[in-house]
């Protein structure tokens, strides 16, 4: 089983910037692709980014693209979501997902709010 705890998420101005960290527990952390969703209030889950076991292929939901960016130390168990250009509707609970079929894990979520 793999454990999650997101880091990061705080007030942040419009334009600003974050970074947020995901430390998982465990000795498999290196097999498991790994994954950014938000959700904010009143509307589903969405995807934000996700990264491969290895961190070389990364992916990016079309609104994030060019400002964010997700990357991940395999030695330190920790995958990291650098927010840049910060916009109001980036604001949500951002949780880590860590994945490997059939197994998907979730954090408890890191709140962030973007105020304009």
């Known amino acids: 089983q793999v454990q999650l705890v997101e880091s990061g998420g705080g007030l942040v101005q419009a334009g600003g910037s974050l970074r947020l960290s995901c430390a998982a527990s465990?000795?498999?952390?290196?097999?498991?692709?790994m994954g950014w969703f938000r959700q904010a209030p009143g509307k589903e889950r969405e995807f934000v980014a996700a990264?491969?076991?290895?961190?070389?292929?990364?992916s990016y939901a079309d609104s994030v693209k060019g400002r964010f960016t997700i990357s991940r130390d395999n030695a330190k168990n920790t995958v990291y979501l650098k927010m840049n250009s910060l916009k109001p509707e980036d604001t949500a609970v951002y949780y880590c997902?860590?994945?490997?079929?059939?197994?998907?894990?979730w954090g408890q979520g890191t709140q962030v709010t973007v105020s304009s």
């Open positions: 465990g000795r498999t952390f290196g097999t498991y692709a």
């Open positions: 990264i491969n076991s290895s961190g070389g292929s990364t």
């Open positions: 997902n860590a994945h490997r079929s059939p197994r998907v894990y």
